[in-house]
C-alpha cells in the first residue's frame, strides 16, 4: 500500500501548491478555480491517506516485495454481501438525484431520503446479534 499512497500523494501536494501559486495570483479573487484545484488537492490527499491507514492496518502485502508469491493472496479477501438489495435502493435513490437536476431540485428530497436508507441498510447489513444497534 506505500506505493498506492504515493501514487496519490504525490499529485494532492502537487495540486495544493498550484492551489496556493494560483491563490496569489489571481488574489483569492477567483471563485471556481482555486476552490477546484484545492478540492483536487483534498481528494488526492484524502485517498493517499486511506492508503496509509491501510498499510498500517494490514501490514505489508505479497506485491509490496519482490519475492511475493500469488499463492500467498490465496483465501478469502473480505466480507462481501452476494444476494444484497441494498446496492439497488442505494442506485435508484443516485439515480434519482440525478434526475432532479434535469426534472427539478424538489426531486432531490426523496432521491436524498431513498439513497440515505439504502446506505444506512447496506452498511448495517450485518449488524446483528452482538453487534447490533
Known sequence: MKTES???FI????????????GFLTH???LVGF????LSAAFALMIAFY?????????ERPEDRDEGMVSEQSGD???????S??????????????????V??????????????GLVGWVFEFSTGRFSH
Not at 492508503?51 to 501490514?59: I, N, Q, T, Y
Not at 427539478?104 to 436508507?117: F, N
Open 51 to 59: 492508503f496509509r491507514m491501510l498499510e498500517k492496518r494490514h501490514g
Open 104 to 117: 427539478g431540485w424538489w426531486v432531490m428530497v426523496p432521491a436524498v431520503i431513498v439513497a440515505v436508507i
Open 77 to 83: 479477501q473480505g466480507l462481501y454481501a452476494p444476494w
Open 85 to 102: 438489495w441494498w446496492p439497488l435502493v442505494l442506485a435508484f435513490g443516485c439515480a434519482l438525484a440525478f434526475v432532479a437536476m434535469a
Open 6 to 8: 504515493r501514487i496519490f
Open 11 to 22: 499529485p494532492g501536494a502537487f495540486f495544493l501548491l498550484v492551489a496556493i501559486v494560483y
Open 28 to 30: 483569492f479573487q477567483e
Open 35 to 38: 476552490p477546484a484545484i484545492l
